[in-house]
């Protein structure tokens, strides 16, 4: 942790100012040692350098698992590759100008896969996570003298309201209880007049055999699935087959991603987790506007977007106060 991000934290239990007690140091980061409330008394570790505001990965396990076998997958610098940067131009609808000086906070960060390139922008990034998928984030990213990684829960976020100038979200909102909750949970953190951008699953009939499969692997072992996704790779060219191809596609989906072990990643992410909601166009859109939002957009780049996946991005009115 660097000092720094202190000036950005509240305590998640009254929303007082924080107290910093470094004991161990590594340069400018603190490696060990505790937050705690001014106002309440509570403490909260610092732990390998990342600030811990929960004592587990609860409802994420999966991630916490998934995140650490695959850290470095998806991430550009560590492939020689720009496709997250891509994704991150896709979704989003950012260029590396928008983001520049600017403080953002990464709704589940991961392994860092999208602040490694919002950092890399020039974007001072707060990535937040409820699995311990942040060990494998600071581990990628956290030395970074732009980049803060926080151990927390985004329904009672330790950050102080009205802080970021940006706030993006990939494919994690509807991994939680309940994704509207959440989305609402992080609003008040972004200053009037800052961007929010969400990508979230869409319905739609490709999921019908996912979602019904998803009734039994989320009750094996993660760790059985683990090995049951790795089949992605071996059976792969099964899937391209004219015909019968189409038929495994329908009848047991799993990622096609080109590259093998990313499409063990994905298909894994795919059956493991606890909770996968999918949601409407028009559904979330109407989440942004209940918020104050304003200049609402629709990514339509993606020509599966509105058929698999919802990109959307609202820029926070100027009068839209938080409570």
């Known amino acids: 942790m660097k000092p720094r991000l202190l000036s950005l934290l509240a305590c998640p239990e009254c929303t007082s100012d924080l107290r910093l007690d470094a004991q161990t140091k590594d340069g400018p980061e603190i490696v060990e040692g505790s937050l705690a409330c001014t106002k309440c008394n509570t403490r909260f570790p610092i732990r390998n350098g990342i600030p811990r505001f929960v004592p587990h990965d609860a409802y994420v396990d999966t991630f916490s698992f998934e995140w650490n076998r695959f850290r470095d997958v998806q991430i550009d610098i560590r492939n020689a590759t720009d496709e997250s940067e891509r994704s991150f131009r896709l979704i989003t609808g950012w260029a590396p100008g928008d983001l520049s000086g600017k403080t953002v906070l990464d709704v589940g960060v991961g392994a860092g896969r999208y602040a490694e390139v919002a950092s890399r922008w020039g974007a001072e990034v707060v990535?937040?996570?409820?699995?311990?998928?942040?060990?494998?984030?600071?581990?990628?990213?956290?030395?970074?003298?732009?980049?803060?990684?926080?151990?927390?829960?985004?329904?009672?976020?330790?950050?102080?309201?009205?802080?970021?100038?940006?706030?993006?979200?990939?494919?994690?909102?509807?991994?939680?209880?309940?994704?509207?909750?959440?989305?609402?949970?992080?609003?008040?953190?972004?200053?009037?007049?800052?961007?929010?951008?969400?990508?979230?699953?869409?319905?739609?009939?490709?999921?019908?055999?996912?979602?019904?499969?998803?009734?039994?692997?989320?009750?094996?072992?993660?760790?059985?699935?683990?090995?049951?996704?790795?089949?992605?790779?071996?059976?792969?060219?099964?899937?391209?087959?004219?015909?019968?191809?189409?038929?495994?596609?329908f009848l047991f989906p799993m990622s096609r991603h080109p590259k093998g072990r990313w499409r063990w990643l994905d298909t894994f992410d795919w059956y493991t987790p606890m909770y996968q909601h999918k949601h409407t166009w028009p559904e979330v859109h109407e989440w942004f506007l209940s918020g104050g939002f304003e200049d609402i957009r629709l990514s339509q780049a993606d020509p599966d977007a509105s058929l698999l996946n919802i990109y959307m991005r609202g820029r926070k009115r100027q009068g839209a106060g938080v409570e």
């Not at 003298?145 to 940006?166: G, K």
């Not at 991994?175 to 869409?202: I, M, N, S």
Request: proline share 7%; hydrophobic share 45%.
């Open 127 to 249: 990535g937040v996570d409820l699995s311990f998928a942040v060990d494998a984030a600071y581990d990628t990213i956290g030395r970074r003298e732009n980049v803060h990684i926080v151990q927390a829960d985004l329904f009672r976020p330790p950050f102080r309201r009205e802080t970021f100038d940006a706030v993006y979200s990939m494919g994690v909102l509807h991994h939680t209880p309940d994704t509207r909750k959440a989305f609402e949970a992080v609003t008040p953190l972004l200053k009037r007049g800052g961007d929010f951008a969400v990508f979230l699953y869409a319905h739609g009939h490709y999921c019908f055999f996912s979602d019904l499969w998803r009734k039994l692997t989320t009750r094996l072992p993660y760790r059985v699935i683990y090995w049951l996704a790795w089949l992605s790779i071996p059976v792969y060219p099964l899937y391209r087959i004219p015909g019968i191809g189409l038929c495994f596609r």
